[in-house]
């Protein structure tokens, strides 16, 4: 299956800002087409995203990256075998020859890295999670009240999601976390007013609230409410260095500034007062120390996921296993820049005994790769937003495709 074409274009994601689309097409008909999501909350050491700056966009067209696929990438795949996908990663990574990926850019290199994916299982008729060997669906985590940087209000949490764990099925846990998000809906217009309503970059709901414990109460209601208090929980992305201080290593929460030692004991207290079930990256991206604390107090209750702590890079999450800084992994192939390097994290986490959540970013498109990437490589979990916004809802609706292959095989965690 050699590829026979790649082609690259400027395409906008769900904030209407542009990014790279990748066409390839193998010999035998294989086609696969990705694009690059674009995260707002990124964090410190993930690939880079190669913009053009100047006038267009507002700086933010991708048209480098399209040329350097066009020019570069693309003839130095040509000819090559779309499948071991790690020679096309490997011959890509070369070409770059930088950490970060800064060269080509980590947006157009993911890019091609899952469009070949996806021609290697288009090739030979196979939907990608079949071709990658999924047998089970995760269990989805909905965010469905946004703030931090996703949202205009006042919450220094920046994803506060459903998790139906204990659903029969996938779609059974789909459908339980609809009638929550509706049920929310009400209860937040009844309480906040109509604005509340507005949605943020996820889907979730940006109510204006400014104190956690706002949303979390809202949020179990309305599991209450729809009576699931048996089979859902909460989880929290705090998404801790958007409201850490450098200068002092205080945190904002709650409109007050709190110390290291006060923030970790707070969330003890939100976690015995609530159901949560997973909180990601509770503190600074660079506290590999506070992380570890923070597992060794609550690791055994509560699932605790490292993103922007390790952004899917084998090397972090070597260090993270190490000092069991995390029991889970929040894994990102854009944040790293390739299909293979995204599965070394994986395999390394699983190995260790962590669970992996595969994730969508704040800017997304309708490419629906995580779905069956997630099912492909047995991750546990999916997280991609609110069940509300096309571009989030493409990935459940294609679960709910997986799951009518598969049969109502769904992941246990909790
Ligand atoms: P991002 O946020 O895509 O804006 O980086 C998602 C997350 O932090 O999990
Ligand atoms: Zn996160």
């Known amino acids: 299956m050699k590829i026979k074409s790649v082609f690259a274009r400027e395409i906008i994601d769900s904030r209407g800002n542009p990014t790279i689309e990748v066409d390839i097409k193998t010999e035998g008909g294989g086609f696969g087409r990705a694009s690059s999501p674009s995260g707002a909350s990124r964090g410190l050491h993930e690939a880079t995203e190669l913009r053009d700056g100047g006038p267009r966009f507002s700086g933010k067209g991708v048209l480098r990256a399209v040329d350097n696929v066009n020019k570069a990438i693309g003839p130095a795949i040509y000819e090559m075998e779309a499948s071991p996908q790690e020679d096309i990663d490997q011959k890509m990574i070369e070409l770059d020859g930088t950490k970060n990926k800064e060269k080509l850019g980590g947006n157009a290199i993911v890019a091609v890295s899952m469009a070949n994916l996806k021609a290697a299982a288009s090739t030979k008729k196979m939907a990608l999670y079949d071709f990658l060997g999924g047998e089970k669906l995760p269990i989805p985590l909905l965010n469905i009240i946004n703030g931090g940087k996703h949202a205009g209000n006042g919450l220094s949490i920046q994803e506060f999601m459903v998790i139906p764990a204990k659903s029969p099925s996938f779609s059974e846990g789909l459908r339980a976390a609809c009638e929550i998000y ?64 450098e200068s002092d290593g205080k945190y904002f929460m709650d409109g007050k500034y709190m110390e290291k030692g006060e923030l970790i004991d707070y969330y003890g207290e939100l976690l015995r007062a609530y159901k949560i079930l997973s909180i990601e ?85 309708d490419d629906t790769f995580i779905a069956d990437f997630s099912v492909g490589i047995g991750a546990t979990q999916i997280k991609s937003g609110a069940p509300a916004r096309g571009e989030r809802t493409c990935k459940y609706n294609r679960l709910l495709r997986i799951e009518e292959k598969l049969g109502k095989h769904y992941s246990q965690v909790w």
């Open 182 to 245: 509706r049920t929310l809906n009400d209860k937040l217009v009844k309480k906040y007013g109509r604005t509340s309503r507005n949605v943020g970059d996820e889907g979730g709901f940006a109510p204006p609230m400014s104190r956690t414990t706002e949303a979390l109460d809202a949020i179990s209601e309305s599991i209450e409410e729809c009576g699931y208090a048996a089979n859902a929980g909460i989880g929290l992305d705090a998404a801790a260095s958007s409201f850490y201080r």
């Open 281 to 365: 990256d509770p503190l600074f991206e660079e506290d590999f120390e506070g992380f570890a604390e923070f597992t060794r107090r609550y690791g055994e209750k509560v699932q605790v996921v490292g993103d922007d702590l390790v952004v899917t890079n084998p090397e972090r999450v070597k260090k993270a296993i190490e000092m069991n800084a995390m029991n889970a992994l929040l894994l990102k192939v854009n944040q790293i820049g390739t299909v293979t390097e995204a599965r070394k994290a994986a395999e390394l986490a699983m190995e260790a005994g962590m669970e992996v959540v595969v994730s969508h970013r704040s800017g997304e498109t």
